[in-house]
T-cell receptor, first 115, second 109 residues
């Protein structure tokens, strides 16, 4: 069964450093998402991406965040200058949305630890 | 304010019994709801969805009920198994998914 993959599984970085989290969505999917989950809390929407542009973003997704689809397979989330409060699990998801199917498939996540 | 929320943070069920996990939502314009299962160390896994023009939808061992009058959603798991042990989230939205707080389901032997 096709699945979303994410690398790395765990990233430790110092406050103020830039990090790039990588995702490979399911190959025929056209809609891509990032979510985050602070330890013990609910999953929060960050951004959705379609047709090479952001379609919606949350208030969490400020100027420090950016997304990119650099090639036909990868989808990345960049945090320019990490803060302690950016420590969380970051999940990538993708969906097809063809024929009214809205199911989003989530990757296993990247645990980001900012020290 | 929160648009979807669960009633109980934890639920303990005897193996083999049926589990019922409840959820309330506040936005009467919400038209698409999803239940996700999250096992420890993994991402959310889609279980079942329901659109607002339906009251009930069944999958394999799972049933989702939607009561639009009281803005209530429930997930029923039949014959609960140890592998059902996880955190369950109700959520709404087609593109931007809004997750509720989870209910941790414990399976008692």
């Amino acid at each position: 069964e096709p699945e979303v993959t994410q690398t790395p599984s765990h990233q430790v970085t110092q406050m103020g450093q830039e990090v790039i989290l990588r995702c490979v969505p399911i190959s025929n999917h056209l809609y891509f998402y990032w979510y985050r989950q602070i330890l013990g809390q609910k999953v929060e929407f960050l951004v959705s991406f379609y047709n090479n542009e952001i379609s919606e973003k949350s208030e969490i997704f400020d100027d420090q965040f950016s997304v990119e689809r650099p090639d036909g397979s990868n989808f990345t989330l960049k945090i320019r200058s990490t803060k302690l409060e950016d420590s969380a699990m970051y999940f990538c998801a993708s969906s097809d949305q063809g024929q009214g199917l809205y199911e989003q498939y989530f990757g296993p996540g990247t645990r980001l630890t900012v020290t | 304010g929160e648009s979807v929320g669960l009633h109980l943070p934890t639920l303990s069920v005897q193996e083999g019994d049926n589990s019922i996990i409840n959820c309330a939502y506040s936005n009467s314009a919400s038209d698409y709801f999803i239940w996700y299962k999250q096992e420890s160390g993994k991402g959310p896994q889609f279980i079942i969805d329901i659109r607002s023009n339906m009251d009930k939808r069944q999958g394999q061992r799972v049933t989702v009920l939607l009561n639009k009058t009281v803005k209530h959603l429930s997930l029923q798991i039949a014959a609960t198994q140890p592998g059902d042990s996880a955190v369950y989230f109700c959520a709404e939205g087609r593109d931007k998914i809004i997750f509720g707080k989870g209910t941790r389901l414990h399976i008692l032997p």
